[in-house]
């Protein structure tokens, strides 16, 4: 291992062969870290924190510490799991978990920009982007190819779907649907995630049946129910399935069509 020797790693601590620490980095009891990651100068690791291969940790980022919440207590902290492939810029702090057993999971092939925080408990799931100084709340749930601007605000518990794009300084407090576009404060959806669709190869049949399922889900005159239960009747595909799902298991509501 290239360890840096102002780097200060506890005894209990398995790191891979292959990892490299940097300069004044922190590396606490009970942490793993997997094959390829480079963990760069002034970091600090919390104990709990599993990493899997190939992640990069930048200068200043914080991993597993405890959670901001004010009853906390040591006894009840939950692990911090991250994948493979994931980028942590400078400043990144992220929590372990408290509340829920599996703790703070992080997927695969994230890329986290500068300062970006994310509270206790959540699921982060993979290939999604998150912006300079954006902040996701506790228990907040994302699914895949995500992409979060800066200085995005994301109230605790929401659920935000695949392939979902929130705008700059954007005010989340309800849930996201797949496919769209959300701006506001607070967010509404101004329309699909065209751009983010159309770079990840999805057909254009595909495409469109996800805007006849917006139609009818936001501009046929109908309630939630009624929209859901007429979707049913139509020939489905697994993007409209994705969405009729979402709608279905969501606890705080669906954000509304500007």
Not at 68 to 74: A, I, R, S
Request: hydrophobic share 35%; glycine share 12%.
């Amino acid at each position: 291992m290239k360890i840096h020797p102002t780097a200060i790693i506890h005894e209990s601590a398995r790191l891979h062969e292959s990892v490299e620490v940097g300069p004044y980095s922190i590396i606490e009891a009970d942490v793993e870290i997997g094959d390829g990651c480079t963990i760069e100068s002034g970091v600090r690791i919390f104990s709990g924190t599993r990493l899997g291969k190939h992640n990069r940790v930048c200068h200043g980022a914080v991993l597993g510490c405890e959670p901001q919440d004010l009853g906390f207590v040591p006894e009840n902290s939950r692990p911090l799991l991250i994948g493979d492939h994931n980028q942590f810029r400078e400043g990144v702090n992220i929590s372990r978990g408290v509340k829920t057993e599996g703790g703070t999971q992080i997927g695969d092939h994230n890329y986290f920009m500068c300062g970006f925080h994310a509270g206790h408990d959540c699921r982060l799931g993979s290939h999604n982007v998150f912006g300079p100084n954006s902040t996701v709340a506790g228990h907040v749930e994302l699914g895949e190819r995500i992409f979060i601007s800066g200085l995005v605000a994301i109230h605790q518990f929401c659920f935000i779907g695949d392939y979902a794009m929130i705008a700059g300084c954007a005010k989340v407090v309800k849930d996201i649907p797949p496919y769209v576009t959300c701006d506001g404060n607070p967010a509404r959806v101004i329309g699909l995630n065209t751009v983010g669709l159309r770079r990840a190869g999805m057909p254009a049949a595909n495409r469109a049946a996800i805007k006849q399922t917006y139609k009818i889900l936001y501009h046929a005159g109908l309630n939630t129910s009624q929209a859901l239960a007429r979707l049913k009747l139509e020939a489905p595909t697994p993007e409209t399935d994705n969405i009729t799902r979402f709608f279905e298991r969501s606890d705080r509501g669906v954000t509304t069509h500007r």
